[in-house]
């Protein structure tokens, strides 16, 4: 036996999948809001306010899906009912994106929200948490 012998992870698939699921859509919104930010500074005027608005919330909930994303990979337990919430909001997003029009963007999203949401709340994810 070398003194290099590998320690099995003892992570749970439900949060290891959570975690990835989180840092990935974490990693999109930050192209999306780094897209934003680029046509807020060449848009018109008159539609600054709404469009800065816009794109101040989506980098607050790209700092989100991120920061949670880490913490839980950092066994955090805080961060799992945090997780849950921001997981769950796109829920009624995508439902609303699917049934105004936009199908093939707002069934993928309402996916994402309910399998990080289900990721998170499966009892392996919770006692790897050591959450009661």
């Known amino acids: 036996m070398s003194g ?4 099995p992870d003892r992570t749970p698939a439900t949060l290891r999948w959570a975690v990835r699921l989180l ?10 809001t780094l897209w934003l930010v680029y046509l807020d ?4 005027a008159a539609s600054a306010p ?6 101040v919330y989506l980098a607050l909930m790209t700092v989100c899906f991120l920061g949670f994303g880490y913490a839980l990979h950092r066994r955090r337990r ?25 199908p093939y963007l707002g069934v993928p999203l309402f996916v ?4 990080g949401a ?6 392996a994810t919770r006692i790897a948490l050591g959450v009661r």
């Open 23 to 32: 840092l990935v859509e974490g990693a999109g919104l930050a192209l999306v």
């Open 50 to 55: 709404g469009a800065v608005a816009v794109t």
């Open 41 to 44: 500074l060449t848009a018109d």
């Open 112 to 115: 994402l929200g309910l399998t």
């Open 4 to 7: 290099a012998e590998t320690v």
């Open 78 to 102: 805080w961060a799992r009912g945090p997780g849950i919430v921001v997981t769950m909001l796109q829920m009624p997003l995508g439902l609303t994106m699917a049934q105004s029009g936009l």
């Open 118 to 123: 289900v990721l998170l709340f499966a009892p």
